[in-house]
């Protein structure tokens, strides 16, 4: 999602077992520098001790994870707002355990009134949930046990125990009503409807958590299984739909013209239009009845749709992969009045083509992404739901950080539920990259401090010190958000610093190559890391993402010898940043000295600048950059008397 979410649940402070962090004052403490080992829960402990998970970082010898084969038949008959939907789920049971009572998700109950939630639900957002209308295990009709205090999971006992590597046939029939308030999903007008979360679901079964059993509150987004889906979504005649997944029917659902330019799209860098205003005025884009387009996905989190009978149709594509020319589509769909979305399939070639060759550089994993205009910022797998601005520079920035969530979490299969700093941190780490390319490093660097960094930075309340690795659901507000999105991407860039960009480039690499399609939690990353720059950085993650730290540097001492000047930094915050040391000279020059967080190595909390020259120093300017600073009314410094 873009934008740290303005409402949540006060449900007061929580804490959480950590790392001693390094004392508040600033006296020399190597104390936690020489930290070797990292916090890790009680529960992750045990998957290390079972062998799934490996202190090498590599996904264990006995690594398992559950997945599903989903067959999914909808109708949404615009405006008719009941969703009606069929579904055949075989579940595979990986795990060494006996499965007695599985968990299934019911994301869209948010919409039922008392449900928890993160913010408050206006009339139109309510709805009465989903309804189950008939359900069988095994194809044995079973009677449904949910209530009307069954929110957004329900546990589910079988009469046969599902055991180890068998697998077991769950059937639904259900419908919905769609909320008339769009958010993540829901209706965007009367006859476009964006479907997300609408199909029930196994919860995820892992082997660190167990049953994933968070209740949805639209605070947090995704963790999912790596399934296979079959989607038939039936509509009336003129109703388009698109989706995650390859549209296996086009030539039954589109007329000649329309179909003939959406396939010549996909060999197209130049934006085609696959249905113009025009085009669906004169009904020329669907045939002429009640059409079932079928979508088909495999290996793949999560599946999303939108169906409209007036958005215009855009689509082109780009080469994403080198090695094979392998293009990827992009695709529009959205309100003709949407001035900056007839721009929009280009912002995502540029995006899917920047993200495959730069950072993380890695091809675009996908065959296609569709961003559809709505009101959520807000990303699924293939799909992107976003919405229209006046600035066509922020709606480049905002798709850019949408697309840039299919590296993580969906490629990646993490856990953002929990461990957001897996998702929005890079995602936002990602958007600061791709933003430089797009804007030159000084508006990248003035954006990303004003939209990422400043909240955290100026923010004195001791929530916002919460450590990054606080499990997420135990969050709210700007603990959250910050946590989530602006500290965890300011961490990633300074391990980039540190490393250097082959190195990091490399050590990324080997995380994303070991654990994509799995389900890597924050210490698989710090391990895999450690693991593949041969170096221990326990001491950089444990200030990073164990400590209460804030970034404050100061400068407390300068001498002056024949030589040069010796400069004294104390880190007040506690968080190694990079800094650059500016010296101003009498004769009007100037230097900058670089220095990554390598300095903090040996002393988190001193560290000691040598400046040889023979000049004589007018002033000294410390400069943090993007790691701003909390207090910088200490980051300068004068000889007394010097004019
Ligand atoms: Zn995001």
Known sequence: ????????????????????????????????????????PRAVTKAYAKGTRSPDGKPGANYWQNRGRYNIAITALPPNRTINGSEEITYFNNSPDTIRIPVIRLFLNIHKPGAP???????????????????SVNGQGTKWPGTETTFTFQRVGLSTPLLPHDSIRLSFKWHYEISQRSGREGML????????????????????????????????????DFNDYDVAITVPANYVVWGTGTLLNP??????????????????????????????????????????????????????FNLSDHYVWDAASVVVDDSNHRRASVQAAYNDTATDF????????????????????????????????????????????????????????????EIAHTYFPFYMGINESRYPMMDEGWATALEYLIGIADLGKQRADRS??????????????PLEDLPIITPADGLTGGAWGDNAYGKAALGYLALKDLLGEAAFGT??????????????????????????????????????????????????????????????????????APVDLEAHYADGTSDVIHETPAIWEANLRRATISLPTR????????????????????????????P
């Open 1 to 40: 999602m873009l934008m740290r979410v303005a409402f949540f649940l006060a449900t007061g402070a929580f804490t959480v077992g950590c790392v001693p962090t390094p004392t508040t004052s600033p006296s020399p403490s190597p104390q936690a520098a020489t930290t070797t080992t990292l916090y890790m």
């Open 117 to 135: 939630r993160a913010g408050g639900a206006r009339a139109t957002y309510l709805t009465s949930g989903v309804q189950i209308d008939s359900f």
């Open 342 to 401: 007839h721009y929009m399939v280009q912002f995502g070639r540029h995006a899917l083509d920047w993200l495959s060759h730069n950072w993380p550089g890695i091809p675009y994993p996908y065959e296609k992404t569709t961003v559809v205009e709505g009101q959520a910022g807000m990303e699924y797998p293939m799909m992107v739901n976003d919405e229209s601005y006046a600035d066509t520079v922020f709606s480049r920035f905002v798709v850019e950080h």
């Open 507 to 576: 050590a990324l690499h080997a995380f994303m190559d070991r654990w994509h399609g799995k389900h890597p939690i924050p210490w698989d990353f710090f391990y895999t890391i450690n693991d593949v720059t041969g170096r221990n950085l326990n001491w950089f993650w444990n200030v990073w993402y164990f400590s209460n730290g804030y970034i404050d540097l100061a400068i407390s001492g300068v001498t002056h010898s024949s030589g040069g000047y010796s400069v004294t930094i104390d880190n007040i915050g506690g968080i190694p």
């Open 189 to 224: 007008d009367s006859t476009t409807y964006f479907l997300a979360y609408f199909y029930p679901r196994v919860a995820v079964y892992d082997d660190y958590n167990g049953w994933d059993t968070m209740t949805f509150t639209d605070g947090q987004e995704f963790y999912s």
């Open 448 to 461: 990303f401090e004003t939209f990422r960094v400043r909240g955290w930075a100026t923010n004195t309340s």
């Open 251 to 304: 030539s039954d659902v589109l007329q000649p013209a329309p179909l003939d330019r959406f396939n010549r799209s996909f060999t197209s860098d130049q934006t085609i239009n696959v249905a113009t205003k025009a085009d669906n005025e004169s009904k020329a884009v669907t045939k002429q009845s009640t059409n079932t387009w079928k979508f088909r996905s495999a290996n793949i989190p999560d599946m999303t």
């Open 615 to 642: 000049k004589l120093l007018n002033a000294l300017v410390l400069n943090t950059g993007i790691w701003l600073d909390a207090d910088s009314t200490n980051n300068r410094w004068s000889p007394k008397g010097t």
